[in-house]
T-cell receptor
Framework: NAGVMQNPRHLVRRRGQEARLRCSPV?????VYWYRQLPEEGLKFMVY????????ESGMPKERFSAEFPKEGPSILRIQQVVRGDSAAYFC???????????FGSGTRLTVV | GESVGLHLPTLSVQEGDNSIINCAYS??????FIWYKQESGKGPQFIID?????DKRQGQRVTVLLNKTVKHLSLQIAATQPGDSAVYFC???????????FGTGTSLTVIP
């Protein structure tokens, strides 16, 4: 059983470019969560999705950030026109039902230069 | 060794000693708590969880204690080993919640 798969593991973007982060949940999990972690800080919730639906995006910045979880394929976190402050580790978690049975991926480390 | 979360974010212990990592949570409505271990360059790894109807839960070498009166959670690691070196986070949520709220973490270093 594969766990949560995130790719790429490392992503370098220049200021103004777009970053696309992918997350494939554990097989059978229909709930996906994205978190951001700044250096030496805890994880901060960004968005919660189920297939084709955004359930809670209260942690997402209002501009430049979007997320989707299509019927087929991985969940995508998209950051447009990246700035240096977007440099962080982005973690995806999945669960079969709500917040019970959460499993985290290994994260994507985004560096904006 | 013992830490007090935000006030002492690092903890060093001798191999074989017991470790205690503390966490204060803020939301009295939280009813489910998890301790996570995060090694450098990796994602959070589940260690142990506890629901608010319990005040103690034991796993293999780990024990979580929950004091709802003072909103305090602790993780005890018995016979700490070098492989236990990592950052430890407590996380809280509620039955109706859509997310976990993470503490800032405590860095545990085990000295061989």
């Amino acid at each position: 059983n594969a766990g949560v798969m995130q790719n790429p593991r490392h992503l370098v973007r220049r200021r103004g470019q777009e970053a696309r982060l992918r997350c494939s949940p554990v097989k059978g999990h229909s709930h996906v969560y994205w978190y951001r972690q700044l250096p030496e800080e805890g994880l901060k919730f960004m968005v919660y999705l189920q297939k084709e639906n955004i359930i809670d995006e209260s942690g997402m910045p209002k501009e430049r950030f979007s997320a989707e979880f299509p019927k087929e394929g991985p969940s995508i976190l998209r950051i447009q026109q990246v700035v240096r402050g977007d440099s962080a580790a982005y973690f995806c978690a999945s669960s079969p039902s709500g917040t019970y049975g959460y499993t985290f991926g290994s994260g994507t480390r985004l560096t904006v230069v | 060794g013992e830490s007090v979360g935000l006030h002492l974010p690092t903890l060093s212990v001798q191999e074989g000693d017991n470790s205690i990592i503390n966490c204060a949570y803020s939301n009295s409505a939280s009813d489910y708590f998890i301790w996570y271990k995060q090694e450098s360059g990796k994602g959070p790894q589940f260690i142990i969880d506890i629901r608010s109807n319990m005040d103690k839960r034991q796993g293999q070498r780990v024990t979580v204690l929950l004091n709802k009166t003072v909103k305090h959670l602790s993780l005890q690691i018995a016979a700490t080993q070098p492989g236990d070196s990592a950052v430890y986070f407590c996380a809280e949520t509620s039955n109706t919640g859509n997310q976990f709220y993470f503490g800032t973490g405590t860095s545990l270093t085990v000295i061989p």
